[in-house]
């Protein structure tokens, strides 16, 4: 049996995690949302305007349906093309409009079977670049 310890910063307890409440356009789509790095959670977790918990979670990963955005089979493009179809953001130019459809064509993963995504986190320097 394989276990992974997961972390998941929130300002509130968070006992039993569900799907389908988080929001849309998140790097991922909706999601529960958790590291494998308890100093990120923390990180997601306090702000300047709050404090919050880093929610600790065994997992047993056998049988599941994983995919490993860091692993030999993908590059960084796969995942800047996940970043693109998930969150909100206006193409104001023609070539903007040409490399996102570049990167659908070539790069898109079909992620509707997968139970967990294992990969990078975008904060909004990240996204602003992609």
């Not at 790097?27 to 590291?35: A, E, M, P, V």
Request: hydrophobic share 35%; aromatic share 14%.
């Amino acid at each position: 049996m394989s276990i992974l310890t997961i972390y998941h910063g929130s300002d509130h307890i968070v006992e039993k995690p569900a799907l389908g409440q988080g929001r849309k356009d998140n790097d991922y789509g909706q999601g529960f949302y958790c590291t494998e790095h308890m100093d990120m959670a923390r990180e997601w977790a306090v702000d300047a305007h709050r404090d919050g918990y880093v929610n600790t979670y065994q997992m047993e990963v056998d049988g599941l349906q994983i995919v490993r955005l860091n692993a030999a089979d993908y590059c960084i493009l796969h995942w800047i093309t996940i970043l693109l179809q998930n969150r909100h953001f206006e193409l104001e130019t023609p070539l903007a409009r040409e490399a996102y459809r570049y990167l659908c064509s070539h790069f898109d993963l079909d992620l509707s079977g997968m139970d967990l995504i294992i990969g990078y986190r975008a904060d909004d320097s990240y996204f602003s670049y992609a």
